[in-house]
């Protein structure tokens, strides 16, 4: 069933117009013309838009009773241009976002949709919960256009038996990608098992990968190796493009031929396996140089994910960040942290060079009281200036209607009510990737 939107506003042709525009988007609408009957209502919304003065019960009793009875639901306040202290005072009580009178039709929609996105991103936390114990990972989280084209790409490799080659900057979530892989695929019965090509002395290498056979040197006995213990299912060769270079032949043999010789033994056991192999860096120059094999590239990259950096992700950073804090909590027996507007502010600010991996360890420091970490990490400096903050602001809107319109700078252009040159300039400017 379509989201249901309640609409609180005293003004009877403007609530009556506010209902026809979001039914016309989709939506189902009820108005109201005053708060208290909207909190009476038998309905219970997925998002409640409100006016904020009002006789009687205004906008902000509005939000607080509807944080109090439904803290998952989205509330979005309509300010008069006198009213623009009490929005922002609104806003960090839990505001999801507040349109200032005249407003655009379309910014509004865009607007609903963001905090809808928002909600459903919240019970997808609630859901994971559950799994807290099992997994402290926090999945593939998140509902930006990149997470989206993630879960995608996988669910579309996952059931193939091509070997898989999956890239992108430390900390990215590269491992979560390789068992999600795993986890889909026909082999998910089959053991998952991974090996640190980086962690690993090229003197073991050969052994641990092939295995050996009791006597192949002093005190050995039977060992398999990796390729062998992921027969039938999936051998993940983490940071591959350390891997050393006397090693690339032989694992390519192997993998040409589905089989493993063991160190000390001259018979081939054959192999049923998937190979996901991840790097941090593009293999491809390396293979110009020769520091990696470009045939073992070719053999390995059957098909490639290339895994977003968090910095691109949009407010999924504030979902990701909201679930590690969350976990954290839960470990260490404290109640989660409010997390205000101000903060949400600073976490879409910051470039998170670290990724996933510092946003965790930040998260966890705010969970415990101790807030984001400052050094060279820390995040980037409020803007001072208004010209500043209104540069980011315009910057975050641009970032959502991109994100609303997959990319098209045509639809996102006529969205925010610009010209799609100026729009391609302001992307320039502010860096923003499409």
Not at 34 to 55: C, I, K, Q, S
Not at 356 to 370: D, I, M, T
């Amino acid at each position: 069933m379509n989201p249901l939107i309640h609409v609180v506003e005293d003004d009877r042709d403007h609530r009556h117009a506010l209902c026809d525009l979001i039914e016309a988007a989709g939506y189902r609408a009820e108005g109201f013309a005053e708060g208290g009957a909207a909190l009476a209502a038998t309905t219970r919304p997925d998002l409640v838009l409100t006016d904020l003065r009002m006789p009687g019960m205004d906008g902000q009793a509005v939000l607080q009773a509807v944080r109090e009875r439904d803290p998952d639901c989205p509330v979005v306040l309509i300010s008069g241009h006198g009213d623009l202290a009490q929005a922002v005072q609104a806003m960090r009580a839990g505001a999801e976002d507040f349109l200032e009178k005249p407003y655009d039709g379309m910014h509004l929609l865009t607007v609903i949709e963001r905090g809808l996105r928002t909600r459903a991103a919240r019970a997808e936390i609630g859901r994971l919960q559950d799994s807290i114990t099992r997994r402290d990972d926090g999945g593939l989280l998140g509902q930006s256009a990149a997470i989206t084209a993630l879960r995608s790409r996988i669910a579309a490799l996952a059931p193939t038996d091509l070997d898989i080659l999956v890239t992108g900057e430390t900390g990215t979530g590269k491992e979560l990608v390789a068992r999600a892989l795993h986890e889909s695929s026909t082999r998910a019965s089959g053991p998952f098992v991974a090996l640190n090509c980086a962690a690993l002395p090229e003197s073991l290498f050969e052994i641990e990968i092939f295995g050996h056979v009791a006597g192949a040197f002093p005190g050995a006995q039977d060992k398999p190796g990796k390729l062998e213990a992921a027969s039938g299912g999936t051998l993940m060769l983490d940071e591959v493009e350390a891997m050393p270079a006397a090693i690339q032949p032989k694992l390519l043999r192997a993998l040409q031929e589905r089989a493993v010789e063991r160190l000390g033994e001259n018979r081939l056991r054959p192999l049923d396996l998937r190979i996901v192999a991840t790097s941090k860096t593009d293999l491809r120059p390396l293979t110009l140089d020769g520091s990696f094999r470009a045939d073992l590239f070719y053999r390995l990259a059957g098909a490639e994910i290339a895994v977003e950096p968090l910095r691109s992700l949009g407010e999924d950073i504030i979902l990701i960040f909201s679930h590690y804090a969350g976990l954290a909590a839960a470990r260490y027996g404290r109640e989660v942290p409010e997390l205000d507007y101000p903060l949400k502010q600073r976490l879409l600010r910051r470039s998170w060079p670290g990724n996933v991996r510092e946003l965790k360890a930040a998260a966890e420091r705010f969970a415990l009281g101790l807030d984001i970490p400052e050094g060279s990490a820390a995040p980037l400096a409020a803007p001072e200036s208004l010209a500043d903050r209104v540069a980011a602001f315009e910057a975050r809107e641009i970032r959502l209607a991109l994100e609303h319109c997959r990319g098209n700078t045509e639809r996102a252009a006529k969205a925010l009510g610009m010209a799609r040159r100026t729009l391609n300039d302001k992307i320039s400017r502010y860096g923003i990737r499409i």
